[in-house]
T-cell receptor, first 114, second 109 residues
């Protein structure tokens, strides 16, 4: 049981390049999330999904896209990378059945846009 | 707007007790979470409160007062491995988590 797996762990992008951050969970969780974490600030929700085929915008979706073709996978796509997207990105999941079920986070992707 | 406030940094001594406070103003309330995050790592779930009162889990306890928009995390018998950031998060009326910026806890021997 690997939990939530994110790849890559580190990446440097040039302005204008694109990339996909991968996220896979093996817990059969319905709910999946993408957050970014910037120094001195709380986690900000980018996109989330309540199940395969369903996605919705969070607080800071601009410049990002997601898809959820399977329960396991929830990739985050960055188009035309900008320096403002330099951040640490976390994918998370939760089962969604219980009120108290905590989120399980992946180990994060540290992205630098130069 | 929605707001979660926590102290930026706290220092405590190994073996002692420390209380980390969290105050919140959110559109609705559907539970409050505490997470621990070691430097360079992912947050890990510590506790959940939805009713007023104290929830105890080993060396860690979490308290909630909904009328005051206030919670605290109490850490007892501090160990060096407790050096980490502690994140407070509130689930709002849309069932989304609103996160505080975290409190960096430094433990000194």
């Amino acid at each position: 049981n690997a939990g939530v797996t994110q790849t890559p762990k580190f990446r440097i992008l040039k302005i204008g390049q694109s990339m996909t951050l991968q996220c896979t969970q093996d817990m059969n969780h319905n709910y999946m999330y993408w957050y970014r974490q910037d120094p001195g600030m709380g986690l900000k929700l980018i996109y989330y999904s309540v199940g395969a085929g369903i996605t919705d915008k969070g607080e800071v979706p601009n410049g990002y896209n997601v898809s959820r073709s399977t329960t396991e996978d929830f990739p985050l796509r960055l188009e035309l990378a900008a320096p403002s997207q330099t951040s640490v990105y976390f994918c998370a999941s939760r089962e969604g059945q219980g009120e108290s079920d905590g989120y399980t986070f992946g180990s994060g992707t540290r992205l630098t846009v130069v | 707007g929605q707001n979660i406030d926590q102290p930026t940094e706290m220092t405590a001594t190994e073996g002692a007790i420390v209380q980390i406070n969290c105050t919140y103003q959110t559109s609705g309330f559907n539970g409050l979470f505490w997470y621990q995050q070691h430097a360079g790592e992912a947050p890990t779930f510590l506790s959940y409160n939805v009713l007023d009162g104290l929830e105890e889990k080993g060396r860690f306890s979490s308290f909630l007062s909904r009328s005051k928009g206030y919670s605290y995390l109490l850490l007892k018998e501090l160990q060096m491995k407790d050096s980490a950031s502690y994140l407070c998060a509130v689930r709002d009326s849309n069932y989304q988590l609103i996160w505080g910026a975290g409190t960096k806890l430094i433990i000194k021997p």
